[in-house]
């Protein structure tokens, strides 16, 4: 039975099924495990910390989002995956208000950091 994202433990399932999907898939998991190396365990505790923040109102992220995004080799096509990875994956999971919230916010983000990158892009 679906149900929404209500609770930490809810934010924690939705980050760590979809970062399984993403750490083996052909177009972004290389890209992600070069980057995180033996630092996954670190970077699930700050995504779910994130998302905590987004979806419950539980201000526990302290980070600054797009750094780490600045240098990546990663185009609209990039984007695209990792969306419907993430969309894919609630939708599996999860159903209602929040889990709409999710797949906006996520969107939107996406789409700002797309344009970003573009930006400071040199060529
Ligand atoms: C961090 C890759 C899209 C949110 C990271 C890191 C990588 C990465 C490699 C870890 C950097 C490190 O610790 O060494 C990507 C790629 C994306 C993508 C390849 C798409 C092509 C997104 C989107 C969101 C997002 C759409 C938000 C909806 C974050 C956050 C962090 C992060 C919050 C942690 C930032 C911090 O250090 O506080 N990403 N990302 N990413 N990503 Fe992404």
Redesign the pocket.
Known sequence: QKHDILTLDDVKLLVNTFYDKIRVDPM?GG??NG??QD?WPE?LE??YR?WQSILLEENTYN???FP??MQ?P?GKE??DQ?LKLFFDNIDAQFEGEKAHEAKW??YK??QT?HSKIEYFRQN
């Open positions: 972004l890209i992600f980057a995180i630092r970077h700050k995504m994130f980070g600054r989002p780490p995004h990546l990663v990039h984007f990792w916010r996520a983000i996406a950091f």
